[in-house]
DNA sequence: GGCATTTTCCAAAGCGCTTTGGCCGCCATC
DNA sequence: GATGGCGGCCAAAGCGCTTTGGAAAATGCC
C-alpha cells in the first residue's frame, strides 16, 4: 500500500493525502479525517526512503560503534545510547549505529555516515583531548554534538559534566578525613574527561601542599579487571595509600576485590570514592559496605543530548549549546577516617 | 556533489558513472578507472536515500533497543550488537536502533520499522518462550532472525546456544563433587533460555532422583543486585546450599558478595557455577577466586547472526537457519568437593 | 567488404514521496 | 453585479539514484 493507492481508493489526489497526514493546513478537517482513518485501517507507512530523498531531511541521527577486540564496548556508552533513544523514540526518530572496527582509524566510517545523508546529525562520546573527528565533522558541514568536551577545539556544540570539580572535591573530602596518602585509578589520560579527573584531583591535593606520589596514579581501559590489578599493585606500596579514587563503578568492582584480596577491609583499612554513571545493573547503594561516589546519571546525559540535537536540527546555533553539569558527591560507606 | 554533476565532469551520462562505480561489466575498464579515480578525488558518495529507493534495498538491518527504566539495558545486548557490527561493517552495512519504551508494548517498534521498510531485515534478541514479535513480523513479510529461540513457533531463523545441555553438564558436575542442596539463580523463566537452563539443571537432578528444593530456585533480571539478594536469601536457608548456578557473570558478582558477606569462602564453603557470555570487562580468570564458567561468546554468536542476515538477504531460505551451539564447561576455582 | 556480434555508452522512465504553483467555487465587500 | 480573497483541492515537477531498452561504434567472421 502506497501513497498513490490510498490515494485512489479515497477519490482524492496524493498531495491532498500527503498533506493530510502530514498536518498542513490547507486541507479541510472532515477529509483529514477520513484520510487518516483509510491509513489506520489499511495499514500504510510512507515509505522512508522516499520521503527522505524529498524532503531532505533523514529522521536518524548517527551514533558510531567501537567494535575493536581490544576496545571496550562500555556500558557507559550503552547507558548513554539508552538515554538519547529516549528522547528520540518520542520523535520517531532511528539511531543508526555505524559500526567500526579501527582503533585509531575510525574517521572513515564518520565520513561515510555524514556524506552519504544516511543521519541528520551525529553523536559523539568520549573525545579525547583534541579530536579528529570534531575537525572531519565541521570540515564536511555535519551537524553534530558531543557528550563530553575536546580542548582548544571551540565552535562546537557539547554536554559534559564537571569532572574536575568533582574530583576536586572527592578529593578534598578524603583530605578532611585525614587522608594524605590517596591514589587514582583513572581512564586513559587522552580523554577529556579523564585528564579533567586528574587535574581536579591534583589540584586538591596541591591547595594542601601534597606532591603526588607518581606511582599512586593508574590509567588504563575502565574494566573489573584493571581495576583490580592497579589496585593490588598499588597495595604493594609501602606505605600504601589509605584512600583511593577511582574513575568508573566497573573498575571500583576490581579494586574492591584486590582490596578484599589483600586481607583489607573497605571503609576501615581502605577508603574508596568511584565515579558512578548510574547503571541499573550496578546499585552503589546495595554494595557491601555501600560505595561513596561522585554521581552523574550518563543517561540523562544522554537523553539531554538528543534534545539538544533536535534542537539544533530545529535550527538552534550549536555554538549556543554548551552545558556543563555538577556532579553530586554521595557519601556512604566505603570512605572513613584515616586509619591510625 | 552529486552523480550528475559527477558525469557532467566526466563528459559521460549518469548511467555510465552509476554502472561504472556499482562494478556493472557494460564500461570500459579504462572509462571505469577515470570515474573511480574522479569519485575519489571529489569525495563524491551516493546519497544513500536516492540508492535506496530507486533499488529497493535499504543497505541497513535492524535492532530494538529497549530503553525503559525498569528493564535491563543489559551488557550482553551490546556485546552480542558488537559483534553483528563486526560482520556488518565489511558490507558497509549499518544498524538501525530503534528506541522502545515500553514493557510489553514493544511491537508497535518493530511494526514501524518494518512497514516504513526503515531496514531489509530485523535481528531479534531474547525472545520469550512464546514470541508475538515473531507473529507480527512473519506477518508482515520482513525477514528476521532470532537470537534464541521460541517454543511451538517454528519456520523462522534462528542461532541459540544450548542452554539446556549446558545447565544440565554444570549441575552434573556439581553432584559428581558431592553436592546435592545445589540452588539456581535464572534470568526470568518467560525467557526461553532461562527456561532451557531450569529444564538441564531439573534433568540432571532427576537423574540422580534428587527432588529440587523449589526455594533453592530464583528468577530475576540478570543484575548485580539482584544477584546478592537472592543468594543472601538462599544463605539463611537451613541446611543452605553448598552450590549455586548463576545465569549470568553479572549475578554472579553479586552473589559472590553475598558469600563474603555470609562470612563463608567460595569454592570451598560454597561451589558456584556462572554462565560465562564472554564480556571483555569481566574475566573469569582473573577473578578471585577464578570462576567456574558454562562459556560462550555471545560476541561470536552476534557475528554469525549478522553473516546468517546476510545469507538470507542473498536468498537464503529462513527454513534452513537453524544452528544450535555446544556450550564449554570451564572449570576454574570457583568450585569444589562439597564440604564435609 | 558485408554482415552479424559484441562492446560501450546514453536517454528516459521509474522508485514513492513532498511541494510549488494554480485552478475552481464560494463568500464577503463595495 | 463585478471584484477580490480564501478555503480546498489537484497536476506536475522534482529529490538523486538505478535500470531498461536502445543506438552507435568497434570487432569478428566468411
New interface residues.
Given amino acids: 500500500m502506497k501513497l498513490k493507492d490510498l490515494a485512489d481508493t479515497l477519490g482524492l489526489s496524493p498531495t491532498t493525502v500527503s498533506r493530510a497526514l502530514n498536518g498542513y493546513p490547507e486541507v479541510n478537517e472532515e477529509t483529514r479525517w477520513r484520510v487518516v482513518e483509510a491509513a489506520r485501517r489499511y495499514?500504510y507507512?510512507?515509505?522512508?526512503?522516499?520521503r527522505?530523498?524529498a524532503t531532505g531531511r533523514?529522521g536518524?541521527i548517527g551514533a558510531v560503534?567501537h567494535?575493536h577486540?581490544n576496545q571496550?564496548?562500555?556500558?557507559h556508552?550503552?547507558?548513554f545510547?539508552?538515554?538519547?533513544?529516549?528522547r528520540?523514540?518520542e520523535d520517531?526518530i532511528?539511531?543508526?549505529?555505524?559500526?567500526?572496527?579501527a582503533g585509531g582509524e575510525e574517521t572513515p566510517?564518520y565520513r561515510?555516515?555524514a556524506?552519504?545523508?544516511?543521519v541528520d546529525a551525529i553523536i559523539l562520546s568520549s573525545p579525547p583531548v583534541e579530536d579528529e573527528r570534531v575537525r572531519v565533522l565541521t570540515g564536511l558541514g555535519m551537524p553534530f554534538i558531543l557528550h563530553g568536551r575536546t580542548v582548544n577545539q571551540p565552535g562546537h556544540a557539547w554536554l559534559d559534566i564537571d569532572n574536575e570539580r568533582a574530583f576536586h572535591q572527592a578529593t578534598k573530602y578524603l583530605l578532611d578525613l585525614g587522608h594524605t596518602r590517596i591514589g587514582l585509578i583513572n581512564g586513559f589520560k587522552s580523554y577529556t574527561y579523564a585528564s579533567h579527573r586528574e587535574r581536579g584531583y591534583r589540584a586538591a591535593l596541591a591547595e594542601r601542599g601534597i606532591k603526588p606520589d607518581e606511582r599512586l596514579a593508574g590509567e588504563a581501559l575502565?574494566?573489573?579487571?584493571n581495576g583490580?590489578?592497579l589496585m593490588e599493585q598499588f597495595l604493594t606500596l609501602s606505605p600504601r595509600p589509605t584512600a583511593i579514587l577511582v574513575s568508573s563503578m566497573?573498575m571500583a568492582?576490581g579494586c574492591f576485590?584486590a582490596v578484599?584480596?589483600a586481607g583489607l577491609e573497605l571503609g576501615k583499612d581502605v577508603s574508596m570514592v568511584a565515579h558512578d554513571d548510574v547503571f541499573?545493573?550496578?546499585?552503589a547503594d546495595?554494595?557491601?559496605p555501600t560505595m561513596t561516589t561522585t554521581r552523574s546519571s550518563i543517561r540523562a546525559a544522554g537523553t539531554r543530548v538528543a534534545e539538544l540535537v533536535l534542537e539544533m536540527l530545529r535550527g538552534r546555533d550549536p555554538e549556543t549549546i554548551h552545558e556543563l553539569w555538577p556532579v553530586d558527591l554521595v557519601i556512604r560507606g566505603s570512605t572513613g577516617p584515616v586509619p591510625s
Same sequence: chains 1, 2.
Fill in positions: 495499514h507507512r510512507p515509505n522512508a526512503s522516499a527522505r530523498l533523514v536518524a560503534l567494535t577486540r571496550l564496548i562500555d556500558p556508552y550503552v547507558e545510547l539508552a538515554g538519547v533513544g529516549e528520540l523514540s520517531e532511528d539511531i543508526v549505529l555505524s559500526p567500526t572496527k566510517s561515510r555516515i556524506t552519504g545523508k544516511r575502565m574494566t573489573d579487571d583490580y590489578r566497573m568492582l576485590r578484599r584480596a541499573p545493573f550496578l546499585n546495595r554494595m557491601y
